[in-house]
């Protein structure tokens, strides 16, 4: 069996409405921008490879033969189809409707980007959103979402799409009722001897990354005074005067700027963690899941979660 190209059909296919609709090589090939030749060659070898002939030629007349008319309904039945097609992606473009799922971290998932989500959805109002919240880390073969936001590196996965959003500074804060009672840590070595916070998950306690006094970066495994799995009671119990947590600048800003939190140990910040829009590769993104992740990516640019 021969191989072709795919376009090699479709290119075929045009160049024969075209010169059934002119009833006319020449004419065709102006329209087409390619010469008489080439479009004869074209249709010689589609009907080549329908075998049958499709046109009565003469030297006065080009008129087709019951097979090539039989054929152009049929072509342009399937033109007609992929017109409509064409026009209906637009129009959920324009107008995106259906139902998407997003799975997003607690914390950052319901106090940064839920309201731009239905910000969406008051726009659109045949959006739909599932919305799931939860902070451990996808498993591609049980993924059971249209897309997922994540924070952090992400491994090395041919199952995963990711599409980077603003990268997120990791600050240290603790509340002013805390550094009053327990005082302020000046360095790094500090903390060892301070309560802290520190998200809990699939039965341990996640490192910190932080700087050293060389400013190198590196892990470091605070001494968990509390363990808490979700990210809103590990901010809430930082506010509470509980202990120093590592959180990200964006779910932090609204307290360091009313002053309910205060950053402590700068110097130590590390670089910007990760922030990924991600989708199972073999999920075809449909037209609604598409607007949003360009919509993100345009907010994003905009320092919207920055």
């Not at 024969?16 to 004419?27: E, P």
């Not at 590390?270 to 989708?279: K, V, Y």
Request: aromatic share 8%.
């Amino acid at each position: 069996m021969t191989t072709q190209t795919v376009s090699d059909p479709f290119r075929g296919i045009v160049y024969f409405t075209t010169a059934a609709r002119a009833q006319s090589f020449t004419a065709a090939a102006e329209q087409l921008g390619i010469s008489k030749s080439a479009l004869g060659k074209s249709i010689a070898k589609l009907e080549s490879q329908l075998n049958t002939s499709l046109f009565h030629r003469t030297t006065r007349k080009l008129s087709l033969t019951t097979a090539g008319e039989a054929y152009l309904a049929s072509c342009q039945l399937a033109i007609d189809t992929l017109q409509a097609a064409e026009l209906l992606l637009q129009s959920k473009l324009s107008q995106p409707s259906g139902r998407v799922r997003i799975d997003m971290p607690a914390a950052f998932g319901r106090s940064v980007m839920m309201p731009v989500l239905l910000g969406m959805t008051q726009r659109y109002p045949q959006l739909q959103l599932t919305l799931t919240f939860n902070d451990k880390v996808i498993d591609p073969m049980d993924a059971g979402f249209d897309l997922a936001i994540r924070f952090g590196p992400l491994k090395d996965s041919t199952d995963l799409v990711a599409k980077a959003l603003t990268p997120q500074p990791l600050l240290l804060a603790a509340s002013p009722l805390y550094l009053d009672t327990f005082g302020t840590p000046k360095a790094l070595e500090d903390l060892s001897t301070h309560q802290c916070i520190v998200a809990w998950r699939g039965g341990s306690s996640l490192s910190w990354r932080l700087k050293n006094a060389a400013g190198q970066e590196h892990r470091f495994q605070p001494k968990a005074f509390h363990q808490i799995s979700d990210g809103d009671a590990m901010v809430a119990a930082c506010v509470a005067g509980a202990g120093i947590i590592q959180f990200p600048q964006s779910l932090l800003r609204p307290y360091l700027a009313n002053g309910t939190l205060l950053q402590i140990l700068p110097e130590l910040t590390p670089s910007p963690t990760e922030l990924n829009i991600i989708w199972p590769r073999t999920k075809q993104l449909m037209p609604a899941v598409r607007f949003i992740v360009d919509e993100l990516v345009q907010l994003s640019d905009a320092g919207t979660f920055g």
